[in-house]
């Protein structure tokens, strides 16, 4: 029973820093998406 509670644990922590992983890695993504749609914007209205 406490080997199926450590591999529990384990495949968390992994979980938790994936998620925190893909977090971090989208960050400059959305950054970068939200610049080039204000500067599309900006030169549609001109």
Known sequence: M???V????????CISS???L?????MPVCRLMWR????????FTG
Do not use: G
């Open 2 to 4: 406490s080997r199926l």
């Open 6 to 13: 450590s591999v529990a644990r384990a495949s968390a922590a």
């Open 18 to 20: 994936w998620s925190e």
């Open 22 to 26: 893909v977090r971090n890695a989208s």
């Open 36 to 43: 080039i749609e204000l500067t599309l914007y900006d030169q």
